[in-house]
């Protein structure tokens, strides 16, 4: 009588993982490697952003906010973006055609805009930076255009969403918002009860969303917390490792050593009642610099060894600090504020970069806040007959500009690049912070200061005295005119 075995249990759940010929190891197929994470229990859930928004964004705003107050290294990344991104503030330009309106414009904007906020403590500078570094530290922020022709700043927490809105914000069928709840701070927490639903056309809301579906942001540099967390961790032991190196520690070997510690020592906090021995303190005393140990002979204290990083710990905290500005496109150069390992070229590099980062926030603070709050303000002054009534008044915004690294370097680029009609005077000028108008209106003032100078000298000695030399310029000579067409012919002979 033969005897069937039983069938063996398919081993599934304990088999290797077998992939291009490897064992537990992911492939580069992306459909494969997710069905391989599946059998390994690794889940992973897609939401609408809005989801993951009410999930977590609280959290993360309430992370951002601690380590603005309390890790340097945080709130110096944000401070150097927003110095690069905002400096001083946008400066108006205006182009109607009409120099005299354009100036009165102008002028109109820059006396409103020095204390644009209705709490009168920040001037239209200050504003803009807070506006650029609330936007980045938690996500999204508001400003108000109230009654009062000045407008009034909120915070992404007074943003409430609990009554009557999810997230704070009333939108129509396809997203757009309609209104906002904005609730007034009480003590530590937001007064929900006085919470106001201001429509959205007297609201300028700048959000920076990470998906379509989403309405509220999230702090930009949220993917690189984990690392801050390690790196406040890392030089937090560092830190506590060299305190501990610089402590003395002393052996004191004496008969009846414990018996006499005990007498000279304080009492034990932790020494509750009669039965409790306490705590070493009866036979360790710790002082500010030093640790003393009360023994008998043949008793003795021995000192952990300090963990020593490696040599290279210092390379690897740079590289840390590298993948800590990636999120907001920070070099290290600009986190540290440290170019002593970087020449002209690499630093120009990296700076390029940045940069391309730097001019998507001013873009973003250009279209949401800076020209509807000026559109807002010349809406108010034609109403009030303060200049001709206009259809459309054409109007710029001189922004931060790529930084000049090296000032000569850079001085000799942009004049080469102007000779040859590859930018313009005004492009110059604007990397300056500065109105070609303004520059061109002075120069002109300059020059001719300069020549009457020069001509008074010649009346009073009849000595002719070049008039550059009082405007600042470069007093042309025979030799720059020789050279001029060789420089010209030399450039011609390297391109044939």
């Known amino acids: 009588m033969s005897v069937r075995k039983p069938k063996a249990k398919s081993p599934s759940s304990k088999r290797p ?33 809005s989801s993951h928004d009410e999930r977590d964004r609280k959290r993360l705003i309430a992370q951002s906010r601690d380590f603005m107050r309390n890790n340097a290294i945080y709130k110096g990344m944000i401070e150097r973006a927003v110095a690069y991104i905002v400096g001083n503030g946008f400066e108006l330009q205006v182009n109607t055609g009409t120099p005299s309106v354009d100036k009165k414009i102008e002028a109109l904007w820059k006396a409103w805009f020095k204390k644009p906020e209705i709490r ?68 530590n927490h ?56 610089a402590r003395l520690a002393v052996s004191i070997t004496r008969q009846e050593g414990p018996e006499l510690a005990q007498i000279e020592s304080r009492e034990d906090p932790n020494k509750k009642t009669d039965e409790l021995e306490g705590d070493l303190a009866t036979r360790l005393t710790e002082l500010d610099y030093a640790l003393l140990f009360h023994g008998n002979p043949g008793e003795e204290v021995k000192g952990i060894e300090r963990n020593i990083p490696g040599k290279n710990f210092g390379e690897s905290l740079r590289m840390f600090l590298r993948l800590l500005g990636l999120p907001l496109g920070l070099p290290l150069e600009i986190i540290l504020l440290d170019w002593t390992k970087s020449n002209y070229s690499q630093s120009r590099a990296v700076l390029q970069q940045a940069y391309q980062m730097f001019l998507f926030w001013q873009a973003k603070l250009a279209d949401f806040f800076y020209s509807p709050l000026f559109e807002w303000k010349v809406s108010a002054w034609q109403e009030s007959e303060l200049f001709g009534r206009r259809n459309k008044i054409k109007y710029d915004w001189i922004k931060q500009t790529f930084p000049w690294i090296d000032q000569l370097k850079e001085a000799q680029a942009y004049a080469t690049q102007v000779e040859h009609a590859f930018i313009t005077h005004g492009q110059v000028c604007k990397s300056l912070n500065t109105d070609r108008a303004e520059v061109v209106e002075r120069r002109e003032q300059e020059v001719r200061e300069a020549i009457k100078k020069a ?42």
């Open 455 to 496: 001509q008074k000298i010649q009346e009073d000695t009849g000595v002719e005295v070049p008039w550059q030399i009082f405007a600042g310029l470069k007093v042309p000579t025979g030799k720059d005119e020789q050279e001029k067409p060789q420089e010209q012919e030399k450039e011609k002979e390297e391109e044939d």
């Open 17 to 49: 993982i077998v992939f291009d010929g490897q064992h537990g190891y992911y492939g580069s197929l992306g459909y494969r490697s997710a069905r391989i994470a599946t059998r390994e229990g690794r889940s992973y859930i897609s939401y609408p952003g």
């Open 120 to 187: 009168n403590l920040l001037s239209g500078g200050e504003v803009g930076r807070m506006i650029c570094r609330e936007v980045m530290v938690t996500g999204d922020t508001v400003a108000l255009l109230t009654d009062k022709s000045v407008i009034q700043l909120f915070e992404a927490e007074q943003l409430d969403g609990r009554n009557p809105y999810i997230d704070g914000i009333k939108k129509d069928d396809y997203g757009r918002p309609m209104k906002f709840n904005l609730c007034p701070w009480k003590s």
């Open 190 to 245: 937001i007064d929900t009860g006085k919470g106001q639903k201001i429509k959205a056309e007297n609201v300028l809301y700048l959000v920076n969303p990470e998906r379509p579906s989403q309405t509220r942001g999230v702090p930009a540099s949220q993917a690189s917390f984990p690392m801050l967390h390690r790196i406040s961790d890392v030089c937090d032991s560092e830190a506590i490792a060299w305190q501990l190196l």
